[in-house]
């Protein structure tokens, strides 16, 4: 019922900058106002790992990984989702996920989330 599409990925320096986005192209009665979105990234080899929360009040929670660096926003009459990431560092390397489900707490857990994205690859160099 709900299909995630993000964009923005690609191969960065490190130090720099990248901004994702998250969209429901294919979802035209889905709102994300009553929604916890989220973002998780998986590099090779590692478990799938939260990034980053946002519920329907706007209230965020980051990993302690990208605290400080990254910054979540959702604009809800667009339903779109968004990740802006600075000051890149080579770990921050991996496919990144959008995931989305109608609740008020939003967890960073994989099993929590209804709907996801196929993804966006992020590539930092060094």
């Known amino acids: 019922q709900v299909h995630l599409v993000e964009s923005g990925g690609g191969s960065v320096q490190a130090g720099g900058s990248l901004n994702l986005s998250c969209t429901t192209p294919?979802?035209?009665?889905?709102?994300?106002?009553?929604?916890?979105m989220a973002w998780f990234r998986q590099a090779p080899g590692k478990e799938r790992e939260g990034v980053t929360t946002?519920?329907?009040?706007?209230?965020?929670i980051y990993a302690d990984s990208v605290k400080g660096r990254f910054t979540v926003s959702r604009d809800n009459a667009k339903n779109t989702l968004y990740l802006r990431m600075s000051s890149l560092k080579p770990n921050d390397t991996g496919m990144y996920y959008c995931?989305?489900?109608?609740?008020?707490?939003?967890?960073?857990?994989?099993?929590?989330?209804?709907?996801w994205g196929q993804g966006t690859q992020v590539a930092v160099s060094s």
């Open positions: 995931a989305a489900r109608s609740s008020t707490t939003c967890p960073f857990s994989q099993s929590f989330y209804n709907y």
């Open positions: 946002i519920d329907r009040n706007g209230r965020t």
């Open positions: 294919k979802a035209p009665g889905y709102t994300f106002g009553p929604y916890c």
